[in-house]
């Protein structure tokens, strides 16, 4: 089959379907034709619509159920506006079991428990259960079967990765608010940990108390040395004075003698 042609129709097919599509899937579509292309045909097509949509608003995505056809993600902004409702946003908690259980699969409830400190809601298991985003495993060989979990393909496919092995390494995540904005710290948080850090305590009470004593007390005792050494400079004055007018009289006496010939 030519290839132009080939790549119209594959282009038509991964409009029209509603889900993800494997290249057995699609050569299944060619059975009663006269002219089959082959596996290694299609690739080649899929292959070369990958680059003719380099320039375009939409692109190839190969996922783990397959291929398909979606809007690129910085057009995202504007093809959300056709639609009124809010995007689904997810709490921390949801978020944190979703990922203990990406990256620790199989893993049972308790294990995730065990990690994050505190129980597990059965609503966020629910939620998880009902979006297809993981599933039974199979039970721990312990007392109690406890239920393992694990990821599906669909859970794969929503965050647009072809394999587990997509997903980034531990090492690699450096900060979870650059990737889930919501879940930043709080602002005051974050200025109080810097003043910490810096060795200013400007919004702790209790230095603020001890250090506005210390100022109080140095400033009362340089009243009471100023006031020390104004009392001495005063005595010394005094002292001055009355050796001046002792002085003074020893003279008047001395002349009073030498008038009256005494």
């Known amino acids: 089959m030519e290839i132009n042609k080939l790549k119209n129709i594959l282009e038509a097919v991964l409009l029209g379907a509603d889900r993800a599509l494997t290249v057995i899937h699609m050569e299944g579509l060619f059975e009663l034709d006269e002219e089959r292309p082959t596996r290694d045909e299609i690739r080649k097509a899929l292959h070369e619509m990958e680059n003719d949509y380099e320039t375009r608003g939409y692109e190839l995505k190969q996922v783990a159920s397959g291929f ?150 140095e400033e009362s005792v340089s009243e009471d040395t100023l006031a020390e050494e104004s009392s001495e400079v005063g005595s010394d004055d005094v002292v001055e004075a009355e050796t001046s007018e002792a002085d003074e009289s020893e003279q008047m006496l001395e002349t009073e003698k030498q008038v009256f010939n005494v």
Do not use: C
């Open 68 to 217: 398909r056809l979606q809007v690129k993600q910085e057009y995202a902004t504007w093809v959300g506006r056709l639609w009124e409702e809010r995007p689904a946003r997810y709490t921390r908690a949801l978020l944190e079991t979703m990922a203990l259980i990406a990256y620790r699969q199989p893993v049972t409830r308790g294990e995730i428990e065990e990690v994050r400190g505190v129980s597990v809601s059965s609503n966020i298991m629910k939620t998880l259960l009902e979006r297809n985003w993981i599933k039974v495993l199979g039970h721990k060989d312990v007392p109690g079967k406890p239920t393992l979990y694990g990821t599906t393909k669909e859970f794969l496919d929503y965050f647009n990765l072809k394999s587990l092995d997509q997903l980034p390494t531990l090492a690699e995540i450096k900060d979870l608010d650059s990737i889930h904005p919501e879940l930043a710290l709080d602002e005051h948080e974050q200025a109080g940990t810097a003043d910490e850090d810096s060795g200013q305590n400007e919004n702790d009470p209790d230095e603020n108390n001890i250090e506005s004593s210390a100022a109080d007390i």
